[in-house]
Nanobody, 125 residues
Framework: QVQMVESGGGLVQAGASLRLACVAS????????MGWFRQAPGAEREFVAV????????FYADSVKGRFTISRVAATNTVYLEMNSLKPEDTAVYYC??????????????????WGQGTQVTVSS
């Protein structure tokens, strides 16, 4: 069993930066990927970024590529999401997720078993 707790959300102006953190308790297997999804009101949960635990390979949604950076600290089971040049359309609840990494489906939220409770990010224009 893996439990995950996010932190770092908040209210910022467009162009600002935020860093989200997610700490996982329990065993994070080397086969896992840990990533971030987000969900805006009335919208489906969407992929943001994922890091493959074994190789540290990183994958991003096109909408955040070049602005967001995902990183991990294996020793503490922590994954970070550094968000720069934030836009109003980045406003959403951000969720941390983990499960066995699959190269073909890592961007599908339904493929993840373990989730955090979410943290709100609001970007004002």
């Amino acid at each position: 069993q893996v439990q995950m707790v996010e932190s770092g959300g908040g209210l910022v102006q467009a162009g600002a930066s935020l860093r989200l953190a997610c700490v996982a308790s329990g065993q994070i297997l080397s086969s896992y990927g840990m990533g971030w999804f987000r969900q805006a009101p009335g919208a489906e949960r969407e992929f943001v970024a994922v890091v493959r635990w074994r190789s540290n390979a990183k994958f991003y949604a096109d909408s955040v590529k070049g602005r967001f950076t995902i990183s991990r600290v294996a020793a503490t089971n922590t994954v970070y999401l550094e968000m720069n040049s934030l836009k109003p359309e980045d406003t959403a609840v951000y969720y941390c997720a983990a499960d066995t990494f699959s190269g073909g489906t890592y961007y599908l939220w339904k493929e993840y078993e373990y989730w955090g409770q979410g943290t709100q990010v609001t970007v004002s224009s």
